[in-house]
């Protein structure tokens, strides 16, 4: 027996020597793929099930363990929107299930209770769901994020409504920030008197609303679909010619999330299955119908499976990262631009006012957004105090600071997903209550905190580049004085170190 077979055998019977693996493929919301599950191992009798669970889906589906999640991990990096992701795959087979009047799972259940009737010993072959889901984002384009992120969107209303609610948080904040700052100027103050400012304020916030709103309801309609779920038969959808057809569709949206999702996973179960022959067991595998051709072409051909480690740990992507280099890019600029300008000898009292700029206004966005998010004041004022040095450093997020500050209020676990999937099924509710029982849910709390705290010190670093740096820089000169004065800023930088050097 190979050391991987003695790993996948811990705590199993003593093999037969048999050495067989039959595959059965079911679809996970499917009452008939119950009955066949049941039937095909009462009938066969194997000494091991095996099912396409992972340890932690396992414990969970028993109730051996509460359903905690570590938040802290749901903070770093992109777990965040890997999270959205899982999500978004947890939605659509819960909203298959409510369909078809069957609970998500009952296959693997019914699999995993008929083995214990019977005496049989059960394997979980699965990858974890967890190394899964990031391998799976990771693989995912840019667009097919949108467009990932953008069904989830749909699921909330009518797009258009979607789209302006979601360009009015938008336009909110910069009518805010132009009655603050007056700027633009939309609407002459000569032909208006003294409303010039409220009506230019209302205007602005009206065309940034529109501006962000429609385009985001033409996303979110293209990606509408119409197609009632009921259309399907479910026999069809554990018949090969019809899995592979949908398989197909799925490599057309993503190829590199097909691979994440399915093909590494066919490996990675058909690793697990071979050593379990090869230790001689008799096993009767109940996976899902989507992964059955390509376990049993495995199992035919072993020599043909990747190496395990490279089904294994974190997807770490390529090394360059346009996004990294924008924000390093963007760091250095922030300390060239502040010492320059000192080296240029510009007045002390300006640079202070404009440090102090950026830092009000990253702050007072970044914490307003977190509180829109439903965030305590003291994490969203921590979000906010922290947004000025980390909107100019990617390496650190305001919302990681936020999202660990609100930890100490509220407590997150698997169960939240569920009860976030019952709120999205209510097709009657209007959208601003969906948002409000959304937002009441721990999990979708904490993720939006951290999503808003950082989207909101993005637009801060904007509109300081764009609206309040040429406001402040009119008293020596405009834009083009703060040029010329980086210039000699330059020139003086490099007489002193000239200086050094001779």
Do not use: C
């Not at 995993?112 to 019977?118: F, G, R, S, V, W």
């Not at 049993?296 to 395990?308: N, S, T």
């Not at 600029?333 to 102090?356: C, E, I, S, Y």
Request: charged residues 20%.
């Amino acid at each position: 027996m190979t050391e991987h077979a003695e790993s996948v055998a811990d705590g199993l019977p003593e093999p037969s020597g048999a050495g067989r693996v039959r595959v059965v493929g079911t679809a996970h919301v499917s009452e008939h793929s119950v009955e066949e599950v049941r039937e095909r191992i009462t009938e066969e009798q194997p000494d091991i099930v095996a099912v396409e669970l992972d340890e932690g889906r396992y414990r969970q589906m028993q109730g051996e363990t509460p359903d905690d999640l570590d938040a802290g991990d749901l903070l770093r990096g992109n777990t965040v929107f890997q999270f959205l992701a899982y999500w978004m795959l947890s939605y659509i087979q819960a909203r298959l299930g409510d369909r078809f009047d069957i609970e998500p799972g009952a296959d693997m259940q019914a699999a995993i209770d008929t083995a214990e009737q019977h005496g049989l010993g059960v394997a979980l072959v699965d990858r974890d769901i967890q190394t899964t889901v990031q391998r799976f984002w990771s693989r995912l384009t840019a667009l097919e994020k949108l467009k990932l992120l953008g069904s989830l969107m749909a699921e909330m209303g009518p797009p258009l409504t979607v789209g302006l609610t979601i360009g009015a948080v938008f336009g909110v904040m910069a009518a805010v920030v132009s009655g603050v700052v007056g700027w633009p100027v939309l609407i002459p103050t000569a032909a208006v008197g003294s409303l010039a400012s409220v009506l230019n304020t209302v205007l602005v916030g009206v065309l940034v609303t529109a501006g962000i709103g429609v385009p985001v309801a033409a996303f979110v309609t293209q990606l509408h679909s119409e197609e009632e779920i009921d259309e399907f038969d479910m026999e069809q959808l554990t018949d090969t010619d019809a899995v592979s057809a949908m398989m197909e569709e799925f490599r057309r949206f993503s190829p590199g999330g097909a691979e994440a999702l399915i093909d590494e996973r066919d490996a990675y179960i058909a690793h697990r299955l071979v050593a379990l022959r090869d230790a001689g067991y008799d096993v009767v595998a109940v996976v899902g119908a989507g992964h059955r051709e390509g376990i049993e072409r495995y199992l035919e051909h072993p020599g043909e499976l990747p190496p395990m480690e490279s089904l294994t740990g974190k997807e770490t992507g390529s090394r360059f990262s346009v996004y990294k280099l924008l924000g390093y890019a963007m760091t250095v600029g922030f300390l060239v631009f502040f010492l320059l300008l000192v080296m240029a000898g510009v007045n002390d009292a300006f640079l202070l006012r404009l440090f102090g700029a950026w830092f009000f206004i990253n702050g007072i966005i970044a914490a307003g957004l977190a509180r829109l998010a439903g965030a305590h004041w003291t994490s969203s004022l921590v979000g906010g105090g922290v947004a000025w040095m980390t909107s100019v450093n990617p390496l650190l997020a305001p919302g990681w600071f936020a999202g660990y500050v609100e930890l100490r209020y509220i407590s997150v676990n698997v169960g939240d997903i569920a009860t976030l999937n019952e709120i999205l099924a209510d097709e009657e509710s209007p959208i601003l209550d969906l948002v409000k029982r959304l937002r009441a849910v721990p999990l979708f709390r904490l993720i939006m905190i951290v999503a808003l705290t950082n989207v909101g010190s993005m637009i801060a670093s904007f509109l300081f580049a764009t609206v309040l740096l040429p406001y402040f820089s009119q008293e020596i000169g405009g834009v083009d004085g703060v040029a010329r004065l980086m210039l000699r800023g330059a020139r003086n930088s490099a007489d002193l170190l000239w200086g050094v050097v001779t």
